[in-house]
Structures are given as structure tokens and as C-alpha cells.
């Protein structure tokens, strides 16, 4: 397996370009087409019933301004992967809102990344849960890069947070290209004990073994913690220098209310390293 499709999405905040670099990146060590996705903001679901819309020419003047601002975000993409030698791109300019809209688009790449949430520098186009909208909804593994911090690399030193749950089995398994070129994989089993019936005698071992054959290096531990998972995740990937985080994906969408579990929620709003998340 590798990626042959890689979508980025592409808009005017002020980490993006840290996006743009880790895609082209993983673009390039794959061999992949990378997708450049902006997105105007407007709801497809208004353009269904664009007559009245269209008929105000203050709207269509804020239509054109909102074009204006994406193509000028896929220029910008275009000079970065251009200047890093990615020798397959597309430039996609989509009349949609950020979090259905690309999750609509990732379902024809293999793998889609995104930025964390940063309310600090809030956009038109994207609402605050986005990212836990795109895990949920779009059917791909979802590359999620923090808002804070710099990143040479992606995947040298993985952490994989393993369950035993479908998710997670989703996420290693799409994680895969990212893991076969890491260095070293660490896979850490939480609180064991708590579901022995899904570990078996060796937590870790299967799915170890799993990664073996895949060409993965991974070494396996377990932990046993009190306080909350998410957190105890975080500092981990810190204790190994880890550059990226494999993890399954846990929540639901209720009329567009996100439920999610909590280790979720933690690893999204405080992330520090890239994450790789499955639902």
C-alpha cells in the first residue's frame, strides 16, 4: 500500500504553510498527486436555491471577494510545492464550506491533511470543529497538524495509542506507508487489565507482530494510568520524541453536534506533534 493521492486543505491561516510543507513532503517521498483544496465558505446546500441568493448584488460582490481569497491561498500553495520539486499537483477551488466540502473531496484521495483548530486566528470558512467533523465524516485517514510548534519531520519516531478498537485498527492500517519509513515505531497499550478479552495474554503482541510483517520497526509497552489517557498520550510523545501520533478516531455526529470520546477530544484541542487519526 502507499498513497497515490494526497489532499491538503489550503486557506489564509497563519500555520498553514507548516500544512502545505508536510503534505508536499509525504508527497514527494510517495510519489503521490497532491491536491490543493480552498474553499469559498459558502454551503453547497445554499447554492441549491441560489436564485433569491444570487439576486442581492451585495452577495455577489462577498461571493467574488470569497474566490478572490481562495484562489489567492492556492497561489500561494502552488509557489511552496512548486519550490519543493512535487511533480504532480492540482489546484482545487471548491464553492463550499471547509468541513463538508473537504470531506466530501478526501473520499477520492488516500490520505487528507488538515490543520488543529486555532481559535486565536479564526476563519470565515472553517468552523471551530472541523477537524473532528473531517475524522468523522470523510471516510480517510486525517493527517492533523498542530497550530503551534515546527516540524522537520513526520513519522521518523511514530507513536501508536493501540486499543484493539476498529478505529485504531483503521489507523494503523492506514498509517502504514508513514510507518513502514519511521525509524522506530513505539506502540503503547494503556490500561490493559481494564478489557483483557481484547488484548489477549500479550497486549500489543498481534498487532506487533501485524506491523513486523508490514516492514515496521516497533517496539511495544504498556501503561497503566489514573488520570486522563489523552494527556498521559501527550506525554509520552514527548518521552520519545515522537514526531507523529497514530490513533483511531472515537465519536459521533448528532444534526451536526460532535460527540466524541474523550482521549479525542484531549489529543485535538492540545495537540503537539502531528496527528494521524482513523474513525
Given amino acids: 500500500m502507499s498513497y497515490q493521492s494526497i489532499l491538503v486543505h489550503v486557506d489564509q491561516s497563519r500555520n498553514v504553510e507548516a500544512r502545505i510543507r508536510i503534505a508536499a513532503n509525504i508527497a514527494n517521498a510517495e510519489g503521490a498527486h497532491l491536491i490543493g483544496v480552498a474553499m469559498t465558505g459558502i454551503s453547497r446546500w445554499m447554492y441549491a436555491n441560489s436564485a433569491p441568493m444570487f439576486a442581492d448584488p451585495g452577495m455577489v460582490i462577498n461571493l467574488d471577494f470569497l474566490k478572490e481569497k481562495a484562489q489567492a491561498a492556492l497561489d500561494a500553495f502552488e509557489r511552496i510545492v512548486v519550490s519543493m520539486g512535487v511533480e504532480s499537483y492540482e489546484l482545487r477551488l471548491v464553492d463550499d464550506e471547509a468541513a463538508g466540502g473537504i470531506s466530501m473531496q478526501a473520499r477520492y484521495s488516500d490520505l487528507v491533511v488538515i490543520g488543529q483548530t486555532d481559535l486565536e486566528d479564526p476563519s470565515p470558512s472553517v468552523t471551530p470543529d472541523f477537524p473532528e ?45 508513514l510507518l513502514r519509513r519511521a525509524k522506530i515505531a513505539q506502540l503503547v497499550v494503556f490500561n490493559s487489565d481494564r478489557d483483557p ?39 509520552l510523545a514527548t518521552d520519545f520524541a515522537s514526531d507523529l501520533i497514530v490513533m483511531g ?31
Avoid at 481484547?198 to 489514573?226: C, F, T, W
Avoid at 455526529?253 to 474523550?262: K, N, P, V, Y
Avoid at 479525542?264 to 503537539?272: A, E, H, Q, V
Fill in 133 to 177: 467533523y473531517v475524522v468523522l465524516n470523510c471516510g480517510r485517514p486525517v493527517l492533523i497538524v498542530p497550530y503551534a510548534g515546527r516540524f522537520s519531520s513526520v513519522g521518523e519516531r511514530a507513536l501508536i495509542a493501540w486499543d484493539a478498537g476498529v478505529p485504531a485498527a483503521r489507523a494503523v492500517s492506514l498509517a502504514l506507508p
Fill in 197 to 235: 478479552g481484547a488484548h489477549g495474554e500479550q497486549p500489543g503482541a498481534d498487532i506487533a507482530l501485524y506491523l513486523a510483517r508490514h516492514k515496521v520497526k516497533v517496539n511495544v509497552s504498556e501503561q497503566s494510568v489514573k488520570a486522563d489517557v489523552g494527556n498521559a498520550l501527550l506525554s
Fill in 249 to 279: 478516531g472515537y465519536g459521533h455526529s448528532r444534526f451536526r453536534e460532535i460527540l466524541l470520546g474523550g482521549v479525542t477530544r484531549t489529543i485535538l484541542s492540545t495537540m503537539t506533534v502531528p496527528v494521524l487519526m482513523s474513525h
